[in-house]
T-cell receptor, first 115, second 112 residues
Framework: SQTIHQWPATLVQPVGSPLSLECTVEGTSNPNLYWYRQAAGRGLQLLFYSVGIGQISSEVPQNLSASRPQDRQFILSSKKLLLSDSGFYLC??????????????FGPGTRLTVL | DQQVKQNSPSLSVQEGRISILNCDYTNSMFDYFLWYKKYPAEGPTFLISISSIKDKNEDGRFTVFLNKSAKHLSLHIVPSQPGDSAVYFCAAHSNSGYALNFGKGTSLLVTP
């Protein structure tokens, strides 16, 4: 069966510090991978998605970046965190289903607090 | 631009009664609709989905209804249980889309 891991589970960082969040998927090959953020009082905002190694699409311009160095690894980074980067970060995966419902499966999330 | 809207941020229901969570969308190109359930500090888990060619899909206590002409869908939970207390997200996508469009969620509280 497939599993998705995220770490760390919680993170407290000062403004201006760098960020690296990691997501890995097991039990599947060539998944589509996604980074979402849930800010306080808001829904799930798609940040990045990737359909393959080295292929990253950005949905929202900001000071975050994403990379996919391996098939089942997705990394979210920042060179300098802002207060507004605080939130709950979720990684998700799915297999391309063609003309069918597109169920994404989410990891446990990382709670990031920027002080 | 919020293409999927959940206009009720919260809902409180007594145990054993029906919970009805509503969702509206603006994009007529959406082909599939999904509901996710989320507990605090956890990732969302998939509940149920419906294709735009159907108007109802049922899975145990959960039923999703779709009204394409009104661009509206709803999730019915019958009977509601305290363990159903969570935030419920409505999501949608088109056949050609890579990503899900999520609503802001509705927090359901089921009281004993």
């Amino acid at each position: 069966s497939q599993t998705i891991h995220q770490w760390p589970a919680t993170l407290v960082q000062p403004v201006g510090s760098p960020l690296s969040l990691e997501c890995t998927v097991e039990g599947t090959s060539n998944p589509n991978l996604y980074w979402y953020r849930q800010a306080a009082g808001r829904g799930l905002q798609l940040l990045f998605y990737s359909v393959g190694i080295g292929q990253i699409s950005s949905e929202v311009p900001q000071n975050l970046s994403a990379s996919r160095p391996q098939d089942r690894q997705f990394i979210l980074s920042s060179k300098k965190l802002l207060l507004s980067d605080s939130g709950f970060y979720l990684c998700a995966w799915k297999l391309w289903a063609g003309r069918s419902v597109d169920t994404q499966y989410f990891g446990p999330g990382t709670r990031l607090t920027v002080l | 631009d919020q293409q999927v809207k959940q206009n009720s941020p919260s809902l409180s229901v007594q145990e054993g009664r029906i919970s009805i969570l509503n969702c509206d969308y603006t994009n007529s190109m959406f082909d599939y609709f999904l509901w996710y359930k989320k507990y605090p500090a956890e990732g969302p888990t998939f509940l149920i989905s419906i294709s735009s060619i159907k108007d109802k899909n049922e899975d145990g206590r959960f039923t999703v209804f779709l009204n394409k002409s009104a661009k509206h869908l709803s999730l019915h939970i019958v009977p509601s249980q305290p363990g159903d207390s969570a935030v419920y997200f409505c999501a949608a996508h088109s056949n050609s889309g890579y990503a899900l469009n999520f609503g802001k969620g509705t927090s359901l509280l089921v009281t004993p």
